[in-house]
């Protein structure tokens, strides 16, 4: 078992559940971030650089199943963000509605440009500072950024308590480096996934979404509903 808030470089399209279960387990550890009787607060951001243009429309799909275990659990909104192009910076209105959510992202189109990872965990502080949001979701493949300077941005969310739960798209050497210590540093937790397993990425994006409405205890109750991997990762937890 990891200690709490140290990420392990998981592959989501391995065999079984067992980077389900770790990813779950690792989201259960954290204590909760929300106020008691609210609603959590969702950030979903997104790499929409050219680079990810052949897999967008399959990431768009699979975040329906955050609103899935949010709706039961004390509810979620989400504000989605993203990048893209020269320098560009977009953040939408929140919601809590996975159509609208999905009208959002099918909208958005990649274009070419760098990576701003450490513009979007600079946004991510302000928000938590005004208290906007509860955790991060970050889905991106590379970054073309001074790694030590992303390193500094996290250091500054994990200083406010907003854990960021990284999701890795492919096997860029330098993202597989430098997420999981984003993750680390916020004491988040990170996962690897590939186009091959969609069902698994469903699944672990609806734990976070579970942590982000309830807390530990909504996830508990996330993973008993799921079964399989889910359910037994429970036992590991309690």
Known sequence: MT??????????????????????????SLPARRAAGSRGRLLFAMDATASREPTWDHACAIQGEMFVAADSLGGLDVRLAFYRGFEEFKVSRWTSEGRELARLMSSVRCLAGRTQIGRLLRYAADQRRESRIDAVV????????????????????GLLGL???????????????????????????????????????????????????????????????????????TGQIK
């Open 3 to 28: 200690k709490s808030g140290d990420p392990r470089a998981l592959e989501a399209s391995r065999s079984g559940g067992s980077a389900v279960d770790a990813f779950v387990r690792d989201v259960g």
């Open 138 to 157: 970050f889905v991106g493949d590379c970054c073309e950024e001074d790694v030590d300077q992303v390193g500094h941005e996290a250091g500054q969310l």
């Open 163 to 233: 854990p960021v739960f990284v999701f890795q798209e492919g096997n860029d050497r330098a993202a597989a480096r430098l997420f999981p210590q984003i993750a680390r540093l916020t004491k988040g937790a990170y996962c690897r996934f590939d186009r091959s397993s969609p069902d698994e990425l469903k699944r672990l994006l609806g734990a976070v979404a579970a942590y982000a409405a309830g807390g530990r205890d909504a996830l508990l109750k996330y993973g008993k509903a799921q079964g399989g991997a889910a359910a037994l990762l």
